[in-house]
């Protein structure tokens, strides 16, 4: 264990270093890009950037930044204590390309900052690695700070109204100190980001909501300041009846500490969202193992694999790389392409992909394509092109932002004009209360709780049912789906293989022909010989002992019970063992194939005895909830990997509109694509990775409960229990959900339509009064109030 400190703490060589490091990234991409993130200083947890540190240190191969030489000096002499649970950075490749969640037109090469909005921008393809998660831990623990702070704000400003408190002589004034300092610290520190956000976005000329929360909580605080320190500038129309002045700090906070969260919730769903893409990444091994031209073996990482390569796969691992099989012959689990539970037979010649899964037999492989050009890889830039074409609810706020912001300063420029000419003595002081006054009311708290509120409480109602939405443009874009798009296999199936039917065709009955069977499929790990045996264990039947077991691949499973000779596979089984199949048998085996079913057939010395039917059923509660989603003036089309005969089974049974069957991920995302170009609304329910495109091509994607991680990382939609019938409450509640969003739109600016008027001194020429930014700041909490208490009844929609 080895920390090294360059002369100064890291100054004295850093031009060393600096040049090393170039030289570095040179030798390894041609040219030199910049591959570390901002990164926080391990000893204070400052920001740093490090192309511009002057003081870094290294400990077990890993370079450390800081702010200053003495962060740097206590770092080196205990590295230990200021690691302890911290995990290693992670890296960033050269040249990686970075944009703004909410401005996807805004791109560079390496982090930074949006001009439009202020966000932090994202690469636009997240690596495999997994980050420390630092951004979220330490925006949740400002949170918890912001909420300490604010509380006693609160209290000590409400509680007089709300509780009738009242503090006795001296402490009174003692409770307004600490109201001021506390609110203070919670704007200028809490609401800094805020207030740069905001002024970041003048610079473009691009309100939005950043540029309204640091006028409204810039404008409150300014004002209670002056109020605080300075009473004695204010009118007698600013006072109460005990001769103060009104502050409001507690507005202030409040609403910094809200918006906190809001940004909290907000980055943890982008979080959830680049999950999807880091899953599927994953499913990419580390490494392989390449055999060379002497016959050795050597472990390598998956990057310095070329095509060409001969590579080996032992049961259990992972494919590598898209390829093809040189030796051997195993099943391979491709359920991450085609969605199908049953592994594939691979042999000489045989085409293999990276990321399924070997199961029971060693292959050596020729890889055929690496890198971006395997299936896998594909799939990662489909789903990665998708999440990025998506626009978030929330720039609804910010539109109305564009021309709210500059109409409520034009008002608020032209009051403080109108007065200041045209009032009554004093005319400047009439003018500035104008002023403060309509910046007060037009404060945006209650435009921004309008979605998020209504968001929050819709999220809760939707988990009661069983319907986990991921984000707001889901609940936005649901309403609207007028086309459903669903996976055959754990969707409208359950997605596990089971024993249909038994079928004699000699003189042996079904619970023997099931008995030899489940005795030749109990050595198999095989999905239709797990299937055969728990059909056996369903229905009572006592499974002898086998022996002499042989196995075909890809055609079936040999050997001797009780005595006689029994085959069990497919037709290219019984060819290779020369048993005649009967027209008859042929005839039952594709009736049962049209009804969705896989056929085997069983030989006993030598003879056709009988065939099983292992199909994935139906789930029970499919055929109303298609009815249902049909009488919603849903249209239903069904996407799968499975055979067109299969597939038109089912959707016959069911009464699906359309079918695509044999269709690959891409072809899956394509036909998606393709629907939503005619003009429709597309919801896609999928529940495996095959999915993953398609779900994220889609205006909604949905994911069924019990499918695979990335399925539901990409879908924005997640039906717990896995059933069709959810999707029709998240369609009530969706819609539900974007009339109280309206409806609270319509509460937030009907008292900025009706107060700013007054606030600017309209009624004055009439009624002789102006409205004092205390009844100003009440109608902004009455607003407020009216927003959250409609959202509370999204608690009572029929759903």
């Known amino acids: 264990m080895k920390t090294e400190m360059p002369a100064n703490c890291c100054a004295g060589k850093a031009a060393h270093a600096e040049s090393h490091a170039h030289h570095h990234d040179h030798h390894h991409s041609g040219h030199h890009q910049h591959i570390a993130h901002a990164v926080k200083d391990p000893v204070c947890g400052m920001t740093v950037d490090p192309h511009n540190a002057k003081h870094r240190a290294e400990h077990e191969g890993h370079t450390y930044y800081f702010c200053a030489e003495r962060c740097c000096a206590k770092f080196v002499a205990e590295p230990l204590r200021y690691l302890q649970d911290k995990p290693l950075p992670a890296p960033v490749a050269p040249g990686a390309i970075y944009t703004c969640p909410m401005h996807p037109e805004v791109q560079q090469v390496g982090p930074g900052d949006c001009p439009k909005c202020g966000m932090a921008l994202e690469p636009m393809m997240p690596s495999a690695e997994e980050d420390d998660g630092g951004e979220l831990r330490g925006m949740s623990q400002r949170f918890w700070m912001l909420v300490a702070l604010t509380l006693p704000v609160f209290l000590l400003a409400m509680g007089p109204h709300l509780f009738g408190w009242h503090l006795p002589g001296p402490w009174d004034r003692v409770a307004a100190w600490v109201e001021t300092v506390l609110a203070s610290v919670v704007v200028l520190w809490g609401g800094a980001p805020f207030f740069a956000r905001g002024w970041r976005s003048l610079k473009p000329w691009s309100p939005n909501m950043y540029t309204l929360i640091a006028l409204g909580t810039g ?13 004695g500038v204010f009118p007698e129309g600013f006072r109460d009846r005990h001769g103060h002045v009104g502050v409001y700090f507690e507005s202030a906070a409040v609403i910094v500490t809200l918006v906190t969260l809001g940004d909290f919730l907000e980055l943890r769903a982008r979080r959830r969202t680049g999950a999807a893409l880091k899953a599927l990444l994953g499913l990419a091994p580390k490494a392989a193992r390449r055999l060379a031209a002497d016959g050795s073996e050597q472990d390598v990482s998956l990057d310095d694999v070329h095509a060409g390569d001969v590579l080996r796969v032992r049961p259990g691992e992972r494919v590598p790389v898209d390829g093809v099989v040189l030796e051997g012959h195993s099943h391979v689990d491709e359920s991450m392409l085609t969605g199908e539970p049953l592994p594939v037979a691979k042999a000489k010649g045989e085409g293999v992909t990276g990321g399924t899964v070997n199961q029971d ?18 799939i990662v830039a489909l789903v990665a092109q998708a999440q990025r074409s998506k626009a978030p609810l929330q720039r609804v706020a910010d539109r109305v932002a564009a021309w709210f912001v500059p109409a409520v300063v034009a008002m608020a420029v032209l009051a403080f004009a ?33 979605t998020p509120i209504s968001i929050m409480v819709a999220s809760g109602r939707g988990a009661q049912h069983g319907v986990l939405f991921k984000d707001a443009s889901a609940i936005e874009a649901l309403r609207e789906v007028d086309t459903l798009v669903v996976d055959k296999t754990g969707t409208l199936t359950e997605g596990k293989p089971a024993l249909r039917d038994v079928v004699s065709v000699g003189a042996l009955s079904w619970d023997q022909l099931l008995a030899l069977a489940a005795a030749l499929e109990r050595p198999s790990e095989h999905p239709l010989a797990r299937a055969i045996l728990a059909g056996a264990e369903a229905r009572a039947v006592n499974v002898p002992a086998v022996t002499d077991f042989r196995t075909l691949t890809g055609g079936g499973v040999q050997g001797r019970v009780g005595g006689r000779d029994v085959a069990l596979g497919n037709v290219r089984l019984f060819e290779a063992l020369d048993i005649a199949l009967s027209e008859d048998a042929r005839l039952r085996a594709d009736a049962l194939r049209r009804d969705g079913a896989t056929v085997v057939f069983l030989a006993v010395d030598g003879a056709l005895a009988g065939l099983l039917a292992v199909a994935d059923r139906i789930k029970p509660s499919t055929p109303k909830a298609i009815a249902d989603l049909h009488e919603a003036g849903l249209r239903i089309v069904m996407l799968t990997g499975d055979n067109a005969v299969t597939a038109n089974a089912v959707a016959k049974e069911l009464g699906i509109d359309a079918v695509h069957a044999d269709v690959s991920p891409a072809d899956k995302a394509a036909v998606v694509n393709a629907l939503r170009a005619e003009g429709r609304r597309v919801a896609m329910a999928g529940d495996g990775i095959n999915d993953a495109p398609a779900l994220v091509a889609a205006d909604v994607g949905i994911a069924m409960g019990g499918g695979t991680d990335v399925a539901m990382e990409s879908a924005q939609v997640t039906l717990v229990k896995g059933e069709l019938t959810a999707i029709l409450r ?23 339509a009706l107060g700013v008027p007054l606030a600017a001194g309209l009624l004055y020429p009439l009624l002789g009064f102006t409205l004092s930014p205390m009844v100003a700041a009440l109608a902004m909490s009455l607003s407020s109030v009216s927003v959250v208490t409609n959202a509370l009844r999204l608690n009572r929609a029929l759903l």
Request: net charge positive; charged share 10%; hydrophobic share 55%.
């Open 730 to 752: 998240a369609r009530a509640l969706s819609q539900a959900t974007v009339r109280n969003i309206r409806q609270n739109l319509f509460f937030a600016f009907i008292y900025n």
């Open 418 to 450: 109108g007065w200041a000419v045209l009032g009554p003595d004093p005319r400047l002081t009439h003018a500035l209360i104008a002023l403060v006054s309509v910046l007060i009311i037009a404060c945006p708290c209650a435009l921004g709780l309008a």
């Open 219 to 231: 404008v409150a605080w300014l004002y209670s300041m002056v109020a605080f320190f300075l009473p």
């Open 361 to 378: 037999g060693a292959l050596t492989m020729r890889a055929e394509k690496v890198g971006a050009e395997t299936v896998l890889s594909q």
